[in-house]
């Protein structure tokens, strides 16, 4: 039923039974008392509606739903409008509390910045990543201009122009970011900050490998046809020229077959998904192999010995193979004729260690912390001298990384390397 009808409906018939009341009481016991009826009767009632209002009123003060009084007559159904209406009003605003909960959680893990100023860059709220980003504090810096916060010429310049449809790539703090503003409503204005150091950096290093690893294969490849150029020019070279040229050629084509080799096997290591497949590696008996092949590379110019004390490891057995073997291969071909190598497998305080001492041509400390990067060498024409392809400590490096252990480098230069593989205890069988 319509809400007018169900509040005068009910208050007309009470008044049309109070008036009937009055006129019975008028008819029976006089005028008088028809009218002294009808008074009390509609003292009682303005009395009922005035402490209603006073409940209504007190309940103003604070109004919860629980809280609310039951009425009578028309009273009943306000109160229970007021009831809904405020029932449904706590809902809401748990609801939004809830999400305003959520939006905030979301705010602080996003790792993307977000400032909201408004229409005159005064900074109004921002979230963890933008105070990283920026170097704001949101309580410090609130209602500041976001231009004296920032104070980056090219951040202003971008501001001062206005040109908010295209980012802005922003050096800051250390970081590359980019940079957009987006505005919002009509008087405010969104700041959003993305970090692309770590993306930057690894784009950088992929360019650089390709431009490497480019440079690497064209030098055998230019001697290569430098020679094939040579043969098809001259058909009548004599036997022994011929001779020479071929062997030259053939050397370079190994180095071209080792460098690609080396590049696959450093790509596998790095590949997320390439499993690592766990076996029982017998260490003295690899050691003692690593010990004979450094022995064949040189060919009797240095003295090699090997002390085996250490035990067998759960690992990759051809990993730690060309790991190992690697470290035994540079001490060969960066120690001078004559000089010494040992390659000591022991069980140390904190797990199995492997190390190779040579008396060679040493290290200078600055090149220590990036030999094991891609391509990295002291001396890149010794390194091509002795068939070196700037791969090796790179792979050891990854293969050290899979294994859970770490590479130590002790060097003096003239005076010989020590190369230390730590290896986890948890790896002893
Ligand atoms: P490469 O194939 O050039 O030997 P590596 O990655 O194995 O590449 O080694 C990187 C560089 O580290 C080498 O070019 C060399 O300058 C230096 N190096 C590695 N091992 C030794 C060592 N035992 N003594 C001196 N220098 C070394």
Known sequence: MNQRLLFWVPAVLRMAVLLVAAGVFWSMFGFEAGLVLLSLALVVMLFIQLRYLDQLSTWLDDPQSARLPDGWGAWTNIFARLYRMRRDDERNQAELTEWLARFRQAMHLLPDGVVIMDDVLFLEWCNPAAEQHLGLQHQRDKGMRVTNLVRSPDFIDYIILG????????????????????????????LVTHDVTESERIEEMRRDFIA?????????????????????????????????????????????????????????????????????????????????????????????????????????????????????????????????????????????????????????????????????????????????????????????????????????????????VKLPASMVV
């Not at 449809?165 to 970081?175: F, G, I, K, V």
């Not at 001697?223 to 040229?245: C, K, M, N, Q, S």
């Open 163 to 190: 040109r908010y449809d295209t980012p802005l790539t922003l050096s800051l703090r250390e970081r590359k970011l980019i940079v957009q503003i987006i505005p919002f409503e009509n008087r405010r204005q969104i």
């Open 212 to 420: 490497n690893a480019s440079h690497e294969l064209r030098t055998p490849l230019t001697v290569i046809v430098g020679f094939l150029e040579i043969a098809l020019g001259t058909p009548d070279l004599d036997p022994a020229t011929r001779a020479a040229h071929l062997k030259l050629m053939a050397e370079q084509g190994h180095r071209m077959q080792n460098l690609i080799e080396d590049m696959l096997t450093l790509s596998r290591l790095e590949s997320l998904d390439y499993p690592l497949k766990v076996e029982r590696v017998p260490m003295p008996a690899m050691i003692e192999q690593i010990l004979a092949e450094a022995r064949a590379l040189s060919n009797g110019k240095h003295t090699i010995t090997a002390e085996i004390d250490g035990p067998d490891v759960q690992g990759s057995g051809d990993e730690l193979r060309s790991a190992l073997g690697n470290l035994a291969s540079n001490a060969v071909r960066y120690t001078p004729e004559g000089g010494s190598i040992v390659l000591r497998w022991t069980m140390g305080q904190g797990g199995p260690q492997f190390s190779v001492q040579d008396s060679g041509i040493g290290i200078d400390a600055k090149h220590i912390a990036r030999l094991t990067e891609r391509f990295y060498r002291v001396d890149k024409s010794r390194s091509r001298e002795t068939q070196g392809t700037g791969l090796g400590l790179a792979i050891v490096k990854h293969v050290l990384l899979r294994h859970g252990g770490s590479l130590q480098i002790q060097s003096e230069v003239g005076k010989g390397s020590t190369f230390i």
